[in-house]
């Protein structure tokens, strides 16, 4: 079902927009199984699920081109699982962990490609920036010569009303546009990642550049 599930969601995605397939809680196989049906960009949540996956895939010999997008909270003691392997770090959401990122890269002669997470949805236990601390961050980036910023990512309100995902997503959108008309310097800020298994088609209608669909491919989490 996975090769299925897969090749049903990507006739629908434009070919500019990033499926990442959100693996967290499922076997290394199910990762081989969408990797053989051609996909190359995996999302996972956990740092030591991370790791180990990487150590499992390298001793069967695979997935050595796959893209690891690293999706969830990062404590900063734990940043030497995800660092070495992610392409993409999705979810920095404080200034500490910024910090602690950029320090990292220094001391492993590295720049890391990271996107801030807004904090878009009405749940107050969500993680993320305000639009004025992420105003702040860019004013200041060069501060941070080990960060390469590529974009934003947020999480709509978890609800099954169309209209309050739209509006979440419609906000980041436009604080989107607003950062790439203030900072044209910044050309590699391009990357809007908005959009899961549920909402991701509203995602797309809000200038989505990455998906992040686990469920509607690998089904329910193991």
Not at 25 to 39: K, M, R, S, T
Not at 101 to 108: M, Q, S, T
Not at 133 to 145: N, R, V
Request: charged share 25%; with cysteine; hydrophobic share 45%.
């Amino acid at each position: 079902m996975i090769k299925e599930n897969l090749l049903s969601i990507k006739k629908e995605l434009p070919s500019e927009v990033k499926l990442v397939a959100v693996s967290k809680f499922h076997p290394v196989g199910d990762i081989l199984e969408a990797y053989d049906a051609g996909q190359r960009a995996f999302g996972e949540n956990r740092p030591q699920e991370l790791a180990a996956k990487v150590a499992e895939l390298s001793a069967l010999g695979r997935g050595g081109d796959i893209e690891w997008h690293f999706l969830g909270h990062l404590q900063t003691n734990k940043l030497k699982l995800v660092l070495p392997y992610a392409s993409l770090v999705q979810s920095v959401d404080s200034l500490h962990l910024l910090e602690a990122i950029n320090a990292w890269g220094k001391a492993n002669s590295k720049v890391i490609d990271i996107l801030l997470e807004l904090h878009i949805g009405q749940e107050q236990t969500k993680q993320g920036f305000y639009e004025e601390e992420i105003l702040d961050i860019l004013f200041d980036g060069g501060k941070y010569p080990n960060v390469r910023f590529r974009g934003l990512m947020g999480m709509a309100s978890h609800t099954d009303e169309e209209e309050t995902v739209s509006a979440d997503f419609a906000r980041i959108d436009s604080f989107m546009a607003y950062l790439c008309d203030l900072f044209p310097e910044m050309d590699s800020f391009d990357q809007l990642s908005i959009g899961m298994s549920g909402d991701w088609r509203i995602a797309l209608r809000h200038g989505a550049t990455i998906v992040r669909i686990g469920t509607a491919i690998f089904g329910p989490r193991a």
